[in-house]
């Protein structure tokens, strides 16, 4: 049986986990779904210094204070910043990786680098984008109403500082057993993407890639799915 770590992406926590977490815990495997520090059950320790650097501590704490040796480590959406990095720092505890549409940028880049400034953020938070199904269909995928009404309710603005520092020292598929798990990027689109060197995909060139196509939050679209893929 496998230990893994669940890091979600902004704006949601451990919550958005659930039923990823229920379907790994019953086949036997060793579950920890994280809140990442200013969010969700956390938000109370929102400021203007919770930075990436933050975002990894709260990933190699959770390892170190639990002893948890043998991880699979996964990372959603711009969670897979903080995991690439803290991988790293946990590498003789790490079993693989894996990015869930998600992975680790270039060194010196980040987040809003690679997506855009947010003009409505204020000084220490990146407001809650809009959970607006036929404005995003893409991202939105195959969400339902309980689900959507889950992400509004539920959602918390993401720490502004963690989305404009910069990535420093990551892991790269050449350092561990790596997957990718692509959900609204097409395999076409990827290998276009990865043969002309694109960011999003330069240190994922020894990854295995799965393919779930949904939207851009699995856990909640298709969970059932997503554990199969992660066990």
């Known amino acids: 049986m496998s230990t ?7 704006w949601i926590g451990a919550w958005a986990w659930q039923q990823v977490t229920a379907a790994l815990r ?24 919770v930075d ?12 170190e204070v639990e002893d948890l040796r043998d991880i699979v480590l996964v990372g959603h ?8 990095a803290a991988a790293l720092r946990l590498r003789d505890r790490i079993s693989s ?3 869930v549409d998600s992975g680790p940028l270039p060194e010196g880049m980040s987040q ?10 204020t000084e220490d938070a990146m407001p809650v984008r809009s959970w607006d199904s036929e404005a995003d269909p893409v991202l939105l995928a195959d969400l339902d109403e309980a689900a959507l009404e889950l992400l509004r309710t539920r959602s918390t603005p993401h720490p502004l500082a963690s989305v404009r520092q910069p990535l420093g020292a990551r892991a790269t598929s050449a350092d561990f057993p790596t997957t ?10 990827i290998d276009q993407m990865m043969a002309a060197g694109h960011p999003f995909f330069a240190a994922l060139t020894e990854a295995e890639i799965a393919y ?7 856990m909640l679209s298709r969970p059932k799915e997503l554990a199969a893929l992660l066990s």
């Not at 019953?26 to 210094?49: F, N, W």
């Not at 990718?180 to 689109?189: G, K, V, Y």
């Not at 779930?212 to 699995?218: F, K, S």
């Open 4 to 10: 893994y770590i669940l890091v979600p992406g902004m």
């Open 26 to 49: 019953a086949e036997g495997h060793d579950v920890h779904p994280l809140t990442l520090t200013g969010v969700a059950d956390r938000a109370h320790l929102l400021g203007p210094d």
């Open 52 to 63: 990436l650097d933050t975002h990894v501590e709260d990933i190699v704490r959770l390892a």
């Open 77 to 84: 959406s711009y969670g897979g910043m903080p995991v690439s």
């Open 97 to 99: 990786v894996v990015y």
């Open 112 to 121: 809003l680098d690679a997506y855009g400034e947010a003009t409505d953020a």
């Open 180 to 189: 990718l798990i692509a959900c609204t990027f097409p395999r076409d689109q």
């Open 212 to 218: 779930l196509p949904t939207g851009h939050w699995p």
